[in-house]
């Protein structure tokens, strides 16, 4: 059955900036893990994941996950 997923993930780029994301994912809970890295790693590529130096604009891979939760979101 699928459902919607609330995800947040956090890491480090090549140089050791952090960063995070976070956003849902509809699919099935088998697939929740893969769907968020997809949408974690469009967020860092395309400059919307929030990095941890202020006045950094992005960073750059390879990315390393330091962190990652899953839920199911109520609704």
């Not at 919607?4 to 088998?30: D, L, P, R, Y």
Request: hydrophobic share 35%.
């Amino acid at each position: 059955m699928t459902k919607t997923w609330q995800f947040t993930i956090n890491g480090k780029a090549a140089t050791g900036e952090t960063w995070a994301t976070s956003g849902t994912v509809h699919c099935e809970f088998a697939d929740s893990f893969k769907e968020a890295v997809r949408d974690t790693f469009l967020q860092l590529t395309h400059g919307r994941a929030t990095y941890g130096q202020p006045g950094v604009a992005g960073c750059k891979g390879p990315y390393r996950i330091m962190y990652v939760l899953i839920e199911e979101l109520q609704q």
